[in-house]
């Protein structure tokens, strides 16, 4: 999925248009995915390492047997340096099969646990927040509403100003129109939506002053 000029336009005038009617500023991110999962890949090749030599151990034949045609087959007793070195290499092949498995990336998302997946773009728009959002206003107002893409998932981070006034559920119903747009394939149409829900919010509890400044910028951040 990609979002057009299109998309950035339409996101950037509806946080324009919300902003208007409000002293809050919201800041729009997306990104590709929040993280790389590398290690999802390699939690993947030890797993499958373990698995080969918890085979061996509840099955010694097959070492055995794999002893027999490498070695001489007449041999009484194969070596147990002979055993171990099979051992440690069906272990270190099945966990570079496990890791290379897992190589590409909607493989490792979609292996990834929802939960760690969760946390992972909650932690990648807290930091986004901080840097871009937090106490940046003169009023603390700030909104952060990012979306992940291959994730699937969104987050909407209120700086103290705004979080103080509006309890967190508050946003429910923008973020699930978001998420909803996004696996119809509408990123930038779930995006603009959501801002238009959140500058409703905003508008209620945060009225525009007349002396308030545009004060974090409004077009649409793709990273």
């Known amino acids: 999925m990609r979002l057009t000029e299109q998309d950035h336009a339409k996101v950037t005038a509806a946080v324009a248009e919300a902003e208007l009617r409000s002293s809050g500023e919201i800041v729009t991110v997306v990104a590709r995915r929040s993280d790389n999962y590398n290690d999802v890949a390699a939690h993947a ?17 097959i070492a055995l047997w794999i002893d027999t045609h490498l070695h001489d087959p007449w041999a009484e007793h194969p070596s147990p340096a002979a055993l171990f070195t099979i051992a440690f290499v069906a272990a270190a092949l099945a966990f570079l099969l496990g890791r290379y498995a897992l ?13 760690t997946r969760a946390r992972r773009v909650r932690a990648r728009a807290l930091t986004l927040f901080r840097s871009a959002v937090e106490q940046r206003t003169v009023e603390h107002t700030g909104v952060l509403l990012y979306l992940s893409l291959d994730e699937h998932r969104a987050e909407l981070i209120a700086d103290r100003g705004i979080h103080g ?9 923008a973020m699930a129109a978001l998420v909803a747009a996004v696996k119809d394939g509408r990123a930038g149409d779930g995006m603009a939506e959501a801002v238009r829900q959140v500058g409703d919010v905003l ?6 002053a007349a002396d308030d400044a545009n004060e974090l910028p409004d077009r649409l951040i793709e990273l």
């Open 165 to 173: 006034k509006v309890p967190p559920e508050t946003w429910g119903a």
């Open 103 to 115: 190589a590409h990336d909607g493989l490792r998302i979609a292996f990834t646990p929802r939960a």
């Open 203 to 208: 508008a209620q509890h945060f009225p525009r």
């Open 45 to 61: 090749g030890v797993f499958a390492a373990m698995l080969v030599l918890a085979l061996l151990a509840i099955f010694p034949g």
